[in-house]
């Protein structure tokens, strides 16, 4: 046999075990997810859903489906989950997409995460909410090739209540649109749209909003977000910013619209409204910080808390979607029985904080902490510009080529 024989014979050899350890890794990632669902939810016990009933064998083969690509919009109370994104990782932690992910393997939707071509549009940290997110993935479909490239939808599966049958009370599936195969949730995006929510009473609303006006147009949004290396280019445009009050309480809301969203970049822009809003910042601050040849360097302040903090829609366009009126009333009760016990919470805790008598307190402590989590030592607040200095994305990209110079050196040394 010759050496070519024999080293295209490898290849293909090789090729194989490739092929099988990746449906390997496949399966043990889906599994990850599963098992990561059931444990949180053995600690969950008041909202544990029944057991599944095991299906009975019947002997038929198992049925084979065409495939299609659709996007489905989705929304959550993100509070008690670490973010949106998975993690491959048996770390105990469970995010948005493991529960997603677990509903549509339960129903067949999907055959394995690693085959689905899943993608979501908006990416929130721990703790963050959503209206309306989107996500695009290839499902198990019950049409025809034909049907599927003309877009039916007529005699699809029920997506929607398939999936919300399978979720927990935090998150719900509203409805699906069909998509090209090169539809991508994340890069067929026009805009996202944010809110952070917040309690306006102390705060000077209208320097808030002038400053967050001075947001809109586009601008290199390195000093607003946290530097990745990934991240290289932070020029973005914003379409939309403003700082409004809502009805007749006190509560607020930051309104911004972009292209796309850096990092951390709506906490980090909150932080900075939050203490021009205390009037310990002039609205300047803005305008100052997105001159970045002056600037080149972020003030290493902190992010907003997260809990305020809302995806609120993301634009794309000629997409029709699909509802029911069955799923829209479901959603609704399951929205309205969140609702009335979060009430209950809410008149609970404000008869405790009554009747102990520590609102006098709450006049003593600057009300951006409550939003930025920052300390003023000595009753004395440091300016922003004042803070030492967080990396940019040139730094991170000069410490890995630094990095990866000095590992070559050593594997030639060597």
Known sequence: MSKVELSEKSRDELVKIINTLNAKNSKLSDSVSQMKVRLAALGQSESEDEPARKRKKTGKPEKIFEKRKIAIRFSYDGTRFSGLQRSPLSNGLVTIEDLL??????????????????????RTDKGVHAVNNVFSIIVNSNLTREEIENHKTENERDFVSMINRHLPPEIVVTCWSPVSIDFSARFSCESRSYNYIFHGKGFNISKMNEAAQRLVGK????????????????????????????GANEMCTFEIESSGFLYHQIRLTMTLLALIGNELEDPNL??????????????????????????????????????????????????????????????????????????????????????????????????????????NPKDLLLKKQTKDEKKLKEAEAS
């Open 101 to 122: 992910f677990d509903a549509m393997l339960k129903c067949k939707m999907i055959d394995s995460i690693g085959q689905s071509d899943y993608i979501a549009a908006g």
């Open 219 to 246: 601008h290199d949004f390195q000093n607003f977000c946290t530097a990745q290396l990934e991240r290289q280019d932070t020029n973005r445009e914003c379409f939309h910013a403003s700082v409004v009050q809502r």
């Open 286 to 391: 803005i305008s100052t910080l997105l001159n970045v040849k002056a600037h080149p360097r972020r003030p290493g302040f902190k992010p907003a808390n997260p809990d305020g903090l809302v995806l609120i829609d993301c634009k794309f366009p000629n997409l029709s979607w699909v509802t029911k009126e069955k799923d829209e009333i479901n959603v609704t009760k399951k929205i309205n029985d969140r609702l009335n016990q979060t009430y209950l919470q809410l008149t609970v805790l404000e008869k405790i904080k009554s009747k102990l008598g520590y609102e006098e307190r709450e006049k003593t402590v600057p009300v951006h902490q409550k939003i930025t989590g920052i300390l003023q030592k000595q009753n004395k607040h440091r300016s922003i510009l004042l803070y030492d200095c967080a990396p």
